[in-house]
């Protein structure tokens, strides 16, 4: 097979373009791609202070590499959960990255500065380990990028999550979620700040292809948490239906976002916003979520 842009020997296949591209070529077409879904949604702009969230995995590694060659001004932030080896590991690797690149990094970590256990809360609470970490996250990013001045944080969000979580979505029609499902999540306070997800039309396969081709370092393993967690299953099904028919995915994404999801907007609650009366940070109820788990941590 040759490749489509230089007639070279290709390396990869990417189906749903009927495109193969060699190493070069897909890099090029890996860079604009990501670029042209930052101008097309009007992610931010070169210049703006971006935080990107990594966890050490192939996807969150792919888009701090890729913004900071395509010249974007971005500084990365791992947040250590306390997760086992699979926290230790991951820092490790996010650290050496930076080191070698002489890039910036934020380290939060949730035991050591808060005194959160994920594993211990979730036990007290009855609550899935992954709603504790999802509350703990959210909190984190929006905080660190408010005190750091950013203007939008950036996740390693890609084709294959967006996808599954929009068919968990369907399947239960949850209009709310529905109505929120997008690339970017704009401030809707200014104590709040966007989030955007430039890989959102890039596959699971595409930023493995891009780590590897880079030579970049990446923790193999899931969360230990993640196993069993319903997106699993709906990445199984849609992996299933796009073998049988490529793009099915892309355009079960793309088609909601241009016309399915204008139907739901109506549904989109307006929240009372205030600050919480612990840390100041935007909440519905008095004291936050997070602040709340604090609370709860220091009677465990
Ligand atoms: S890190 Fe946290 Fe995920 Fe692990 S505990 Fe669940 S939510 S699976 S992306
Ligand atoms: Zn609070």
């Given at each position: 097979m040759r490749c489509r842009r230089c007639k070279d020997k290709a390396v990869i296949y990417l189906e749903r373009h009927n495109a193969a591209f060699c190493e070069n070529c897909f890099l090029h077409y890996y860079y604009n791609q990501v670029d042209k879904n930052i101008k097309r949604e009007k992610m931010f702009k070169k210049g703006e202070k971006i935080l990107v969230v990594v966890s050490g995995g192939k996807d969150s590694m792919a888009l701090w590499d890729v913004l900071n060659k395509n010249g974007y001004d971005v500084t990365a932030m791992y947040i250590?959960?306390?997760?086992g080896d699979y926290s230790n590991r991951s820092q490790e690797i996010v650290e050496n990255y930076a080191k070698e690149r002489k890039l910036p990094l934020i380290i939060k970590n949730i035991k050591e500065e808060y005194g959160l256990e994920i594993g211990k809360i979730s036990k007290k609470l009855k609550r899935s380990p992954c709603s504790i970490c999802g509350t703990i996250k959210r909190y984190l990013f929006n905080k660190v990028a408010l005190d750091g001045g950013f203007t939008a944080v950036a996740t390693g969000h890609n084709l294959d999550d967006e996808a599954a979580t929009l068919l968990g979505n369907t399947l239960s029609w949850q209009e709310g979620y529905l109505a929120r499902q997008a690339p970017v999540l704009q401030?809707?306070?200014?104590k709040l700040v966007k989030k955007v997800k430039p890989l959102f039309t890039l596959t699971e396969r595409e930023n493995l292809s891009y780590i590897i081709f880079n030579g970049i370092k990446f923790i193999h393993d899931e969360c230990p948490h993640a196993e069993g967690a319903s997106s699993i299953l709906y990445k199984e099904v849609l992996n299933k239906l796009e073998e049988e028919s490529p793009g099915t995915k892309q355009r079960f994404l793309i088609n909601f976002l241009e016309k399915g999801r204008k139907h739901f907007q109506d549904v989109r609650e307006e929240l009372d916003l205030k600050e919480c009366k612990i840390c100041g940070q935007v909440t519905t109820t008095e004291i936050c979520s997070f602040c709340r788990l604090v609370e709860i941590s220091k009677e465990l």
């Open positions: 250590n959960l306390g997760i401030s809707t306070h200014p």
